[in-house]
């Protein structure tokens, strides 16, 4: 199974509601995909996301030279293809640009993989299950009203949710950060779990005083309280804190993940699939994460996530943002809370070719 072809696109979907995250707007989802076929007719594809069209044609093009580099190899060395890359523009990296670039080719070589093995991607990590509990994530932003948060709670819970997670933002008061986790509580209704994102955007003294108010109006997950390379700050909150202490989204290499992970600085780790750099590196952090005998989480992307997720015994849980919806035929969707892999070899996932060439900007 040589590769003998690799294709990228960027795929920008608008979107037909507006947000503010990270004290910007946001009007599309912009994706970097990745296409490889082999010599025996096999077709992988990957892709990352970004809420923002800044350098998403720069990752592409990077995305484009790095994907020259895998023409010849075979699909299944998915190891010596990542450690190719990694050598190749080592000089702008570890982590970073390269790991963004890197990502889409790494899982549209292991959707290869699978299909040529006809194999589920989650059997071939593990096989431990093929599902997941997903926590509901979207729209729950720190810029909708009071009203607009209940409400949103509210279809969470109706669409059968049995977790949510909002975002806290830095200009509120701790009775304005209770009052929003409340209002979401009562929205849900009884029986579903409010979990609360801090955004990296409080400082340590903030963090303390809100985390344990949260922590008595019943809040059960406290993420990014402060910036993620703060790790005596997080240390000294997971070990004051009843509630876990979560995070590790914003990380890149095993390195920070093992020094993150020394620290004490977490309850519960998040992985970014694109952030450190594809499938093959996830593994290996979640190996690390086990050590620790730490539960491990996946942050976006929750039609490739749960695979990985579904793969390892320690498998938490996977956030819901669904943002490639419209590119796809089957987006894997929660019934009752409980996400399960789409069905087929690799992946599963099926491209809208039709909406890819309608969304596709470069």
């Given at each position: 199974?040589?590769?003998?072809?690799?294709?990228?696109?960027?795929?920008?979907?608008?979107?037909?509601?507006?947000y503010?995250?990270?004290?910007?707007?946001?009007?599309?989802?912009?994706?970097?995909?990745?296409?490889?076929?082999?010599?025996?007719?096999?077709?992988?594809?990957?892709?990352?996301?970004?809420?923002?069209?800044?350098?998403?044609?720069?990752?592409?093009?990077?995305?484009?030279?790095?994907?020259?580099?895998?023409?010849?190899?075979?699909?299944?060395?998915?190891?010596l293809?990542?450690?190719?890359?990694?050598?190749?523009?080592?000089?702008?990296?570890?982590?970073?640009?390269?790991?963004?670039?890197?990502?889409?080719?790494?899982?549209?070589?292991?959707?290869?993989?699978?299909?040529?093995?006809?194999?589920?991607?989650?059997?071939?990590?593990?096989?431990?299950?093929?599902?997941?509990?997903?926590?509901?994530?979207?729209?729950?932003?720190?810029?909708?009203?009071?009203d607009?948060?209940?409400?949103?709670?509210?279809?969470?819970?109706?669409?059968?949710?049995?977790?949510?997670?909002?975002?806290?933002?830095?200009?509120?008061?701790?009775a304005?950060?209770?009052?929003?986790?409340?209002?979401?509580a009562?929205?849900a209704?009884?029986?579903?779990?409010?979990?609360?994102?801090?955004?990296?955007?409080w400082?340590?003294?903030?963090?303390?005083?809100?985390?344990?108010?949260?922590?008595?109006?019943?809040?059960?997950?406290?993420?990014?309280?402060?910036?993620?390379?703060?790790?005596?700050?997080?240390?000294?909150?997971?070990?004051?804190?009843?509630?876990?202490?979560?995070?590790?989204?914003?990380?890149?290499?095993?390195?920070?993940?093992?020094?993150?992970?020394?620290?004490?600085?977490?309850?519960?780790?998040?992985?970014?699939?694109?952030?450190?750099?594809?499938?093959?590196?996830?593994?290996?952090?979640?190996?690390?994460?086990?050590?620790?005998?730490?539960?491990?989480?996946?942050?976006?992307?929750?039609?490739?996530?749960v695979?990985?997720?579904?793969?390892?015994?320690?498998?938490?849980?996977?956030?819901?943002?669904?943002?490639?919806?419209?590119?796809?035929?089957?987006?894997?969707?929660?019934?009752?809370g409980?996400?399960?892999?789409?069905?087929?070899?690799?992946?599963?996932?099926?491209?809208?070719?039709?909406?890819?060439?309608?969304?596709?900007?470069?």
């Amino acid at each position: 199974m040589i590769i003998e072809n690799v294709s990228v696109d960027v795929v920008e979907v608008p979107l037909d509601s507006g947000y503010v995250a990270g004290g910007q707007s946001v009007s599309s989802n912009c994706h970097v995909l990745a296409r490889i076929r082999t010599t025996g007719g096999v077709e992988g594809f990957g892709y990352i996301v970004k809420q923002r069209p800044q350098l998403v044609h720069a990752v592409a093009q990077a995305t484009r030279e790095l994907g020259a580099e895998l023409i010849g190899m075979n699909v299944m060395d998915v190891e010596l293809a990542w450690q190719t890359m990694a050598a190749k523009a080592k000089w702008v990296g570890p982590g970073g640009f390269l790991h963004w670039a890197m990502a889409p080719l790494d899982i549209a070589m292991w959707d290869a993989a699978g299909k040529a093995l006809g194999q589920p991607l989650y059997r071939m990590l593990g096989g431990f299950r093929d599902h997941i509990t997903a926590y509901g994530s979207d729209r729950l932003w720190y810029s909708l009203s009071l009203d607009e948060l209940g409400r949103s709670a509210q279809d969470h819970a109706n669409n059968g949710f049995t977790a949510l997670k909002l975002r806290l933002g830095r200009d509120f008061t701790v009775a304005e950060q209770v009052e929003r986790a409340t209002i979401a509580a009562q929205g849900a209704g009884p029986g579903v779990e409010i979990m609360v994102d801090g955004t990296e955007s409080w400082d340590l003294p903030y963090a303390r005083m809100v985390g344990r108010a949260l922590q008595d109006a019943g809040v059960t997950w406290l993420e990014d309280p402060v910036h993620h390379d703060d790790l005596n700050g997080l240390a000294s909150l997971t070990a004051a804190l009843d509630i876990p202490v979560t995070g590790a989204e914003n990380l890149y290499t095993l390195a920070e993940f093992r020094n993150t992970l020394e620290a004490r600085a977490l309850d519960i780790a998040i992985l970014d699939l694109a952030r450190v750099g594809g499938v093959t590196p996830w593994r290996k952090i979640a190996s690390l994460v086990e050590a620790y005998k730490m539960p491990v989480c996946g942050h976006v992307m929750p039609e490739v996530h749960v695979h990985l997720l579904a793969a390892v015994a320690h498998g938490h849980k996977v956030e819901y943002m669904p943002r490639s919806t419209e590119i796809l035929q089957n987006m894997p969707t929660p019934v009752n809370g409980v996400l399960t892999v789409a069905d087929g070899p690799g992946h599963g996932l099926k491209l809208d070719e039709a909406a890819v060439k309608r969304f596709t900007v470069d």
